[in-house]
């Protein structure tokens, strides 16, 4: 079919997007409406953790979808019962709220800060966050990002989501106050260009926020699910956080994104949140097969390999051709190219024939890899391959 035949305007106009209509994805391969294929290192923006449709979420869907699809969120269910259960077993918190989406989860721990601080701390409602930082696209998500210029485009703001500095604990400490209930942090700015909070950075704001007693929220929403090469991000600096959100990869490729909490933090009471799709079965299952399969012997492990792999492939590159080498955690990682030729990369590779690849750039003098966790060593080495041929032709 021509690209012609499909009638796209009935589409809200959100984001410029090539003339291609993808139609079967399959692990790190994407097929377009040509059946042209293309190797995919953006998996949704880091969210189809073990690829496209892996057969443990086909598994679950169909499972699930024979047995019971929406009880509403006002009777228990099972998946969602067993997922939080996994969730708080394998991390430093105690309850969960699952949500549809990154921000919604945000949103959640915004408002249970809010109300942990009428409850502790006479009010004190404001929730210092960071420049550059990423948190979604509600109203108050938008507030609390750091991204330039999304302090007028919907303009008035959510008040209270004061901005610091990443790595910087000074411009934190100076932020604080009598109305000051927390700071909320992605352990690796994603969106921002794939940087990562420092380990002592993070190790000082925990101390910082327990001084103060004030709660420090994690925004694991990229960097959860195994992206940087533990099961959490927060793990990495061996700190203990208050809350913690997570969405992308906690669904493999399905809407779902959770709130998690330690128990004396837990306020909120009957009447302060919910929704109509939270927590039902369907999605809740496919989020038991996802976690299960990042705990299953040899996986983590699996994707330290990987990632290290990656970050060798990418540093080798970068002294090929002259670039200002890569950094990120796991198997979120970035190449600094030195120059702003990321939109032409991007373009030159979806172009690339007979084998497309995607790639994001997140910033015109970057490129993002975000792929599948169980990404082989084979794609590894695809990918640097024909990055390496569109660079020799782009710094031509
Ligand atoms: C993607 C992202 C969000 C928003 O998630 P949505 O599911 O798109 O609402 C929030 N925070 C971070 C760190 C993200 O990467």
Same mark, same amino acid.
């Given at each position: 079919?021509?690209?012609?035949?499909?009638? %796209?305007?009935?589409?809200?106009? /959100?984001?410029?997007?090539?003339d291609?209509v993808?139609?079967?994805?399959?692990?790190?391969?994407?097929?377009?409406?040509?059946?042209?294929?293309?190797?995919?290192?953006?998996?949704?923006?880091?969210?189809?953790?073990?690829?496209?449709? @892996?057969?443990?979420?086909?598994?679950?869907?169909?499972?699930?979808?024979?047995?019971? /699809?929406?009880?509403?969120?006002a009777?228990?269910? =099972?998946?969602?019962?067993?997922?939080?259960?996994?969730?708080?077993?394998?991390?430093?918190?105690?309850?969960?709220?699952?949500?549809?989406?990154? =921000?919604?989860? #945000?949103?959640?721990?915004?408002?249970? %800060?809010?109300?942990?601080?009428?409850?502790?701390? =006479?009010?004190?409602?404001?929730?210092?966050?960071?420049?550059?930082?990423?948190?979604?696209?509600?109203?108050?998500?938008?507030?609390?990002?750091?991204?330039?210029?999304w302090?007028?485009?919907?303009?008035?703001?959510?008040?209270?989501?004061p901005?610091?500095?990443?790595?910087?604990?000074?411009? +934190?400490?100076?932020?604080?106050?009598?109305?000051?209930?927390?700071?909320?942090?992605?352990?690796?700015?994603g969106?921002?260009?794939? $940087?990562?909070?420092?380990?002592?950075?993070? &190790?000082?704001?925990?101390?910082?926020?327990?001084?103060?007693?004030?709660?420090? /929220? %994690?925004?694991?929403?990229?960097?959860?699910?195994?992206?940087?090469?533990?099961?959490?991000?927060y793990?990495?600096?061996?700190?203990? @956080?208050? /809350?913690?959100? !997570?969405?992308?990869?906690?669904?493999?490729? +399905?809407?779902?994104?959770?709130? *998690?909490c330690?128990?004396?933090?837990?306020?909120?009471?009957?009447?302060? &949140?919910?929704?109509?799709?939270?927590? #039902?079965?369907?999605?809740?299952? +496919?989020?038991?097969?996802?976690?299960?399969?990042?705990? =299953? @012997?040899?996986?983590?492990?699996?994707?330290?390999?990987?990632?290290?792999?990656?970050?060798k492939? $990418?540093?080798?590159?970068?002294?090929?051709?002259?670039?200002?080498?890569?950094?990120?955690?796991?198997?979120?990682?970035?190449?600094? !190219?030195?120059?702003?030729?990321?939109?032409?990369?991007?373009?030159?590779?979806?172009?690339?024939?007979?084998?497309?690849? *995607?790639?994001?750039?997140?910033?015109?003098?970057?490129?993002?890899?975000?792929?599948?966790?169980?990404?082989?060593?084979?794609?590894?080495?695809?990918?640097?391959?024909?990055?390496?041929? *569109? $660079?020799?032709?782009?710094?031509?």
């Amino acid at each position: 079919m021509e690209f012609s035949q499909y009638n %796209v305007n009935a589409l809200m106009y /959100i984001t410029p997007r090539p003339d291609l209509v993808f139609t079967e994805g399959s692990g790190m391969w994407l097929t377009d409406h040509k059946g042209k294929r293309y190797l995919d290192y953006l998996q949704g923006w880091a969210v189809n953790c073990l690829g496209h449709s @892996p057969q443990c979420i086909q598994d679950a869907l169909m499972t699930q979808s024979k047995k019971l /699809i929406n009880p509403s969120p006002a009777f228990y269910n =099972a998946p969602a019962i067993e997922l939080a259960g996994l969730l708080t077993a394998n991390s430093c918190f105690d309850r969960v709220f699952f949500t549809n989406s990154g =921000a919604e989860a #945000n949103e959640g721990a915004i408002k249970l %800060v809010r109300k942990w601080g009428q409850l502790n701390k =006479a009010g004190a409602y404001e929730i210092i966050t960071f420049d550059h930082s990423f948190h979604g696209r509600t109203l108050a998500t938008m507030s609390a990002s750091g991204k330039p210029g999304w302090d007028t485009i919907f303009a008035p703001q959510v008040p209270g989501f004061p901005k610091a500095d990443l790595n910087d604990i000074a411009s +934190v400490e100076k932020l604080i106050s009598d109305k000051t209930v927390a700071v909320m942090l992605e352990p690796v700015q994603g969106e921002g260009g794939v $940087l990562p909070a420092s380990r002592e950075f993070m &190790q000082a704001l925990r101390a910082l926020t327990k001084k103060h007693n004030i709660l420090l /929220i %994690v925004d694991e929403v990229q960097t959860g699910m195994g992206r940087t090469g533990e099961l959490f991000a927060y793990q990495l600096s061996g700190i203990e @956080p208050d /809350i913690m959100t !997570l969405g992308k990869g906690i669904g493999g490729g +399905v809407p779902l994104a959770a709130l *998690l909490c330690r128990e004396e933090v837990a306020c909120f009471v009957p009447g302060d &949140q919910g929704g109509t799709y939270n927590g #039902n079965p369907l999605i809740t299952a +496919v989020g038991v097969a996802v976690i299960n399969a990042l705990l =299953a @012997p040899g996986f983590m492990p699996s994707v330290k390999e990987k990632a290290d792999y990656l970050s060798k492939g $990418l540093s080798h590159l970068s002294e090929q051709y002259g670039l200002e080498g890569e950094r990120g955690e796991g198997l979120l990682r970035a190449l600094k !190219l030195g120059s702003d030729i990321g939109g032409k990369l991007v373009e030159a590779g979806r172009n690339r024939e007979p084998l497309g690849v *995607l790639l994001n750039s997140p910033r015109p003098d970057l490129l993002r890899f975000m792929p599948a966790l169980n990404v082989s060593i084979e794609e590894i080495d695809q990918m640097i391959a024909m990055l390496g041929e *569109l $660079l020799s032709q782009i710094k031509k």
